[in-house]
């Protein structure tokens, strides 16, 4: 129940610092987000890139075991 409370607060208080009556930091959120879109973007494709190889190499191991099976 605090962690609930707790995390209530904190997106209140990020919720007032962005809008214009509050701190009014929208401007540097927006710039925030745009130089960390790209670096985003980045670990995402390189994550994806890892995990079709991985599913390739699998796809071949499972292939591998298939084929003993057969021949006999």
Same mark, same amino acid.
């Given at each position: 129940?605090?962690?609930?409370?707790?995390?209530?607060?904190?997106?209140?208080?990020?919720?007032?610092?962005?809008? *214009?009556?509050?701190?009014?930091?929208?401007?540097?959120?927006?710039?925030?987000?745009?130089?960390?879109?790209?670096?985003?973007?980045?670990?995402?494709?390189?994550?994806?890139?890892?995990?079709?190889?991985?599913?390739?190499?699998?796809?071949?191991?499972?292939?591998?075991?298939?084929? *003993?099976?057969?021949?006999?």
């Amino acid at each position: 129940m605090k962690a609930l409370l707790l995390g209530l607060v904190f997106l209140l208080a990020a919720v007032l610092a962005i809008i *214009p009556a509050g701190l009014g930091w929208w401007a540097d959120v927006l710039a925030f987000l745009r130089g960390a879109a790209p670096v985003i973007a980045v670990f995402i494709g390189l994550i994806a890139v890892f995990i079709g190889i991985a599913d390739i190499k699998d796809r071949a191991e499972a292939k591998k075991e298939e084929t *003993p099976e057969e021949k006999t």
